[in-house]
């Protein structure tokens, strides 16, 4: 383990690790059976009233009320559907279903599931700042590992350059020069005849 530097771990990430992330069916834990009951049931209805069956079951009621209105209406409609379709029986069975129950009932419960679901929506979103404030907190770490060992490294830089400023690049700190190429140029002996 390095010298330069202690590590300090965020306490997010030990806590985070004991912990999988925020369900729906996390907050369904309460006192009692019968609240346990109606938020499970709160969920699972808002769960399947939002697809696409739901929306072809209530298409399909709102179209059997459909004969009855084109009937009532005249013209060529009259006498073209079935008797069952158009007795007001049937029509009035369906405006309650539609407008009554429907609305009266099933709008309190999807409230209710849609509750349920926000709250796991808030815990995952806490969660995720948490996170985030833990990864700051470990980039924060890193860029003051970094700066240690920058420092580390212009020590043993200056050590090695003889510590009066000078650098490898530039040669010694004292200034004088090791290069050949100022020196005189050498001397070539005298040639003699032979």
Known sequence: MSTLFEHHVHPWIAKRKGHSPTKVADQLRTDTGYQ?????????????VGTMTSAYLFCVLAFLSLPAVL?????????VFPSFLVKASLIALIAWIAQTF???VLLPII????????????????????????VLHEALQIQAHLEAQD????????????????SAATGPADGSTTSTAAASPPTTPPVTPS
């Open 36 to 48: 346990r009951f109606n938020k499970k049931l709160a969920v699972v209805i808002t769960t399947n």
């Open 71 to 79: 009937s009532g209406l005249g013209g060529p409609f009259a006498g």
């Open 102 to 104: 429907l609305q009266l």
């Open 111 to 134: 409230i209710v599931g849609q509750n349920v679901q926000a709250e796991a929506s808030d815990k995952r979103a806490e969660a995720t700042y948490q996170d985030a404030d833990a």
């Open 151 to 166: 420092a580390a490294i212009e020590r043993i830089l200056a050590m090695v350059t003889g510590g009066a400023g000078g």
